[in-house]
């Protein structure tokens, strides 16, 4: 079995940690609505105005 040579230091072990936030920080791609416009996620229905792919999916107030 493989056994580390050396002990890994507190920053060294924190920076590995760390990526996994530095990753949810970065911008989200968002896509504009055909229909209203307003900025979404890609492949999800509006919840604006609650069209998708040109179909009314949800009624909105």
């Not at 920076?15 to 979404?40: D, V």
Request: proline share 7%; hydrophobic share 30%; aromatic share 10%.
């Amino acid at each position: 079995m493989a056994v580390p040579k050396r002990k890994t230091s507190r920053w060294r072990r924190d920076q590995r940690r760390a990526q996994n936030f530095f990753a949810k920080l970065k911008a989200t791609s968002l896509a504009s609505c055909p229909n209203c416009g307003e900025m979404i996620l890609p492949h999800r229905v509006c919840p604006y105005c609650g069209y998708y792919k040109g179909r009314q999916i949800l009624d909105t107030l």
